[in-house]
């Protein structure tokens, strides 16, 4: 009773704590189900006696996926997507951001560019004109298929610009009375002093790209060439033509654990790279969500 006593709204705290906790768990009871697939036998998993334990724990699914080339190729098709993506993003996003951020005084047309962007969060050009667009170009079936496209999240253009326009001018000010040029400016000044914006954005950046698979499926055509979650998608939604036979579905059955082995490697690098930018997350979204 003294816990009430103190605090007026104890009781709202806790029902707030209990329905957090209920969703924090219902969001991590399917990855722990598909951890504890991946560690038990593949009978086990087959039967369906698998639930929230490994059932006959065994690291079998991931040995044979330290074996398997085509998840490796996959893999190594992901990461160069994230580094050239996150790099592309992180180049034009800045770029984009920095002159947007700056008064009507100092930059006339930017009201005009301003709703040019949002207009794109709006609205699209549609898939088959998406499609032709980067047919067009030759781009299919590349790397730069997988990349060019998502090159200037808006977004995360508007998110680093309310940043940028959220920093105190008189530094800015300061430091052109000093003789900084705009280069300069935004090298020395916004950068450093916008790090949890840059965390941010380029936390958004790297799974978006880390985490698509629908542009693989659509623009790849080599098998060798497909991103992780393209792979990931044509084993766990294969398509209905394929299991024609019993024998195909049993087989696929069969797979369960390897399938869920390959899930768990797919989640590890989100999961190494976010604690590391949690810090500046929270402080990014809400200081760079603020203004206009």
Same mark, same amino acid.
């Given at each position: 009773m003294n816990l009430f006593k103190h605090r007026r709204v104890g009781l709202s705290d806790l029902m707030l704590m209990a329905v957090a906790c209920l969703i924090s768990l219902m969001c991590l009871l399917p990855l722990i189900y598909i951890l504890s697939l991946s560690l038990s036998d593949k009978s086990a998993a087959t039967a369906g006696l698998v639930t929230f334990? /490994? *059932?006959?724990? =065994? !690291?079998?699914?991931? =040995?044979?996926?330290?074996?398997?080339h085509g998840f490796y190729l996959a893999f190594m098709v992901s990461v160069k997507r994230v580094l050239i993506g996150c790099s592309i993003n992180f180049i034009l996003t800045i770029l984009m951001a920095y002159p947007l951020a700056k008064e009507k005084s100092e930059f006339k047309s930017r009201n005009i560019y301003m709703w040019v962007i949002l207009v794109t969060m709006l609205f699209n050009g549609g898939l088959i004109p998406w499609y032709m667009v980067v047919k067009s170009l030759h781009l299919t079936n590349t790397i730069w298929a997988l990349t060019?496209?998502?090159?200037?999240?808006?977004?995360n253009v508007i998110l680093l610009m309310n940043f940028f326009r959220g920093l105190p001018k008189e &530094?800015?000010?300061?430091?052109?009375?000093?003789?900084?040029?705009? !280069?300069r400016l935004l090298l020395t000044i916004f950068l450093?002093?916008?790090?949890?914006?840059?965390? =941010? *954005? =380029?936390?958004?950046?790297? &799974?978006?790209? !880390?985490?698509?698979?629908?542009?693989g499926l659509i623009l790849i055509n080599t098998q060798s060439k497909i991103?992780?979650?393209?792979? &990931?998608?044509?084993?766990?939604?294969p398509q209905p033509n394929n299991l024609t036979r019993p024998e195909d579905i049993v087989n696929l059955l069969s797979q369960r654990t390897t399938n869920a082995a390959k899930i768990v490697v797919t989640m590890l690098p &989100?999961?190494?790279?976010? /604690?590391?930018?949690?810090?500046?997350?929270?402080?990014?979204?809400?200081?760079?969500? *603020?203004k206009e």
């Open positions: 334990l /490994p *059932v006959d724990f =065994t !690291w079998s699914s991931y =040995t044979y996926l330290l074996r398997e060019l496209p998502l090159a200037v999240p808006v977004f &530094i800015s000010e300061a430091a052109a009375i000093d003789g900084s040029g705009p !280069w450093p002093l916008s790090l949890p914006a840059v965390a =941010t *954005v =380029t936390l958004f950046s790297f &799974i978006n790209h !880390w985490n698509a698979f629908f542009d991103p992780l979650q393209t792979y &990931i998608q044509q084993l766990v939604i &989100i999961l190494l790279v976010y /604690p590391f930018l949690q810090k500046y997350f929270v402080g990014g979204i809400t200081l760079g969500s *603020v």
